[in-house]
């Protein structure tokens, strides 16, 4: 340190840090250099030993070496000394100033200069890279700050705003330059206003966070004054100068929480929807949960909301606790439901109710999406056809029962059929038909009243109208025979009118006919009495009973459990029949008016020659009914037994009258009866419907006989049909 400030060539004494005290010649490196030598020592012990030794030749040869030295020492210190050191000294002038391509180039013969210009090298290429990376990520961020689509604000500890990037310029209404330099309690609304600065002084005075390294929902206010929700989240960071910074990222969610109110409206909207329906309808999650469930669903089962909270609960109560594949079927089929993602008919069960009571629901589910916290939602819809199930068991039955009775009629047709005698074709055609149409009577009777039953005066007045004039009384309460009991009663009360018009008071102009009925108490016998007067005398008990009397008695005491007495005084048949109480009952009944005067229909003449169309699709009705007709004289068209077939017939010109079957082979007769009602043809209704069906209430104008109609009806409404223009 001694040779500092010195700055020319010398010898000189100096003392070592050792404690030894040394000879050195020394010259500088370079004038401009200040602080670098080129120095030669010698040990002043050593040197005054050798004095001592041979002091005047070694002086000599000392100093001459001395000298020699020197020139050599300044020859290697410019060369490889000063020249090295000027180098390394300019490259470190030049990294100073930034160049941070600046690299030293020494030659390997520098030795530690070398070795140094290499460390300074690697050491520039370091900070060359180093400041290349740190202009790199900082122009990245920069790019991120100004492109970012959520707002950015940076701010001082005292909430001073440092930078903004143009999103938040955007999302808060200001001009950058508007921002920058004002406090963020700017951005905040009246909420955090007050309390965001307090929020920064305790974080920095006891490190609890409040907002920093937290994500929160805040209150934006706009420059207009407007507020909005903001998602936050603050970071901290500090600058090269070691002073912290906070930079605030900001979302608007507006958008968001729209959207999200518009889910919780259409759920609350999905709530008033399946709880109003008017069917039986569950929302459930796919762990159970039961969300919503309808008032009818509860109302039906008679269940509160509160014991079926999850589909568990809904199991046990509708199927009993026994009913575990039940359960495990929920999960199931929520899945099953979202993988073929449409509704799936689920099938028929049947459920229990709260008063133990079974009910058949048929389900059907839907996936709907999922909830807030990702479950899966199922609706289940539940159609209630206990009582089409009970309809459609009812109608089986009804089918099974008009099988049963159909078969039944048919087989008591063959009995009369059979059992009928008469050596006369005529008079055992009139007696075969006499009783089919008391069966078809009876079976019009029930199906007016829907087989509950039939008028028993109804009965009577239907049997007499055919044969009876003013002579005829009827009296009596209102009583309704039984279904089971009606076509029994029919057949006898048939035979008795049969006697009567062959054999008794009817058979002639002066008889009389009187049928009085009456009970002592509901439930118990009725007894109806056959009184007839006037008619040819009586001798006494017939010595025959034909086939009539037997079917009589057969059919009151075998088929009705009643008792039959038959009297023959001279004035006439007396018969008295009693019926058990369980074969009619007196409840229900319409009392109808008194029929004492019953009249028989006019006998119309035939129409010889005038031209009838049957439409009828029965092929044995049709022959019987092209018989009937053409043996009054009339020409008969036809018979046909469809709609396209009539059609045809007209086009060839118009019939005097028509008779229509209702339904043609599935299809109604209606188009043909519109043509016949152009043409100006009267026509009539031949059907086993009542009243014609639609097909009569369309035409109310046309008559409307019932099937098996009687032969002398049907030629006297044809009769009809052809006078009414001529008596128009």
């Given amino acids: 340190m001694s040779l500092l400030g010195r700055n020319s060539q010398g010898i000189d004494n100096i003392m070592y840090p050792d404690g030894t005290e040394r000879l050195v010649a020394y010259s500088p490196a370079s004038v401009g250099q200040q602080g670098l030598f080129t120095a030669l020592t010698v040990d002043n012990s050593i040197a005054l030993h050798q004095i001592k030794n041979d002091r005047n030749i070694a002086l000599l040869i000392l100093l ?53 210009a290499d460390d300074f090298n690697a050491m520039a290429s370091a900070l060359d890279m180093r400041e290349r990376a740190l202009q790199a990520s900082e122009s990245q961020h920069r790019a991120i700050f100004e492109t970012a689509v959520d707002a950015m604000v940076v701010i001082d500890v005292a909430g001073i705003i440092q930078a903004v990037n143009p999103a938040a310029a955007k999302t808060f209404g200001y001009t950058m330059d508007e921002l920058i330099g004002d406090n963020v309690s700017l951005l905040t609304g009246d909420e955090h206003r007050d309390l965001h600065d307090g929020y920064i002084a305790n974080y920095l005075r006891t490190g609890t966070k409040r907002i920093i390294g937290i994500g929160r929902e805040v209150q934006g206010c706009r420059k207009d004054g407007s507020l909005f929700p903001l998602e936050l989240s603050i970071a901290e960071w500090r600058g090269p100068n070691g002073k912290k910074f906070f930079t605030g990222i900001m979302r608007n969610i507006s958008a968001r929480r729209a959207a999200e109110h518009e889910v919780e409206e259409e759920r609350d909207r999905l709530r008033r929807i399946v ?68 509704p799936v008919d689920e099938g028929e069960y049947l459920i229990r109710t709260a008063e133990g009571k079974a009910r058949t629901w048929a389900f059907r589910s839907a996936p709907v999406g999922e909830d807030r916290s990702g479950r899966r ?62 069966m078809a009577r009876a079976h019009s009777l029930l199906a007016d009243a829907k087989w509950s039953g039939a008028d028993l005066q109804r009965l009577l007045t239907d049997e007499l109208v055919a044969y009876a004039d003013e002579r005829v009384d009827l009296s009596g309460p209102p009583i309704s025979l039984r279904p089971e009991a009606t076509q029994a009663v029919s057949l006898a009360l048939h035979e008795l009118t049969t006697n009567a018009l062959k054999h008794g008071a009817l058979s002639v102009e002066e008889g009389r006919l009187s049928i009085a009925w009456s009970y002592v108490t509901p439930g118990e016998s009725l007894s109806l009495e056959w009184q007839e007067y006037g008619g040819p005398p009586i001798t006494g008990e017939p010595e025959r009973h034909g086939f009539g009397t037997v079917l009589l008695r057969q059919v009151v005491e075998s088929q009705l459990g009643g008792t039959l007495d038959l009297l023959w005084p001279p004035d006439g048949l007396f018969c008295q029949l009693s019926i058990p109480g369980d074969t009619w009952q007196a409840s229900g009944v319409t009392e ?64 005097d009258a028509a008779i ?46 019932g099937k098996p109609v009687n032969a002398n009806n049907l030629l006297n409404a044809v009769s009809g049909l052809i006078a009414q223009p001529a008596a128009g």
């Avoid at 109003?276 to 949960?289: L, W």
């Avoid at 009775?405 to 006499?434: C, E, T, W, Y």
């Avoid at 229909?601 to 022959?623: C, F, I, N, S, Y």
């Avoid at 007709?629 to 060839?652: C, F, K, N, Q, T």
């Fill in 660 to 705: 229509l079957d209702v339904n043609l082979f599935g299809a109604t007769v209606d188009p043909v009866a519109a043509v016949l009602k152009g043409m100006g043809v009267p026509f009539l209704f031949c059907t086993g419907y009542h009243s014609g069906a639609t097909a009569g209430a369309l035409h109310p104008e046309a008559p409307v006989l």
């Fill in 592 to 655: 109808i008016p008194a029929m004492s005067v019953i009249k028989p229909p006019v006998q119309l003449p035939a129409h010889v020659g005038r031209r009838v169309l049957v439409v009828e699709d029965e092929a044995l009705t049709a022959m019987a009914l092209q018989q009937l007709l053409e043996d009054a004289g009339y020409i008969v068209l036809g018979p046909v037994g469809r709609v396209e077939d009539a059609l045809d017939l007209l086009r060839s010109g118009p019939p």
């Fill in 64 to 116: 001459t070496l001395t000298a020699g030295t020197a020139i050599a020492i300044m020859w290697v210190g410019e060369r490889y000394v000063k020249e090295p050191a000027a180098r390394l000294a300019d490259v470190a002038l030049r990294l100073r100033a930034g160049d941070l391509a600046a690299r030293a180039d020494i030659a390997p013969s520098a030795g530690e200069f070398a070795a140094l």
């Fill in 377 to 438: 939602l199922v609706m289940s819809m539940a159609a209630d056809i206990t009582e089409r199930r009970d309809g459609e068991e009812r109608i089986k039955l009804l089918m099974r029962e008009v099988d049963h009775r159909a078969k039944n009629a048919l087989m008591v047709v063959q009995s009369i059929v059979h059992l009928s005698r008469s050596d006369d074709p005529v008079k055992f055609s009139q007696a075969v038909d006499g009783r089919i149409q008391a």
């Fill in 275 to 342: 709880e109003g329906a008017p069917f039986p309808v569950i929302v459930h999650a796919e762990d159970g949960e039961v969300l919503h469930i309808s008032r009818t669903w509860l109302d039906i089962t008679g269940y509160s909301r509160e014991e079926l909270a999850t589909m568990d609960d809904w199991v046990e109560r509708a199927y009993g606790s026994g009913k575990s594949e039940q359960r495990k079927s929920v999960k199931s089929d929520v899945d099953r439901l979202f993988l073929l993602d449409k």
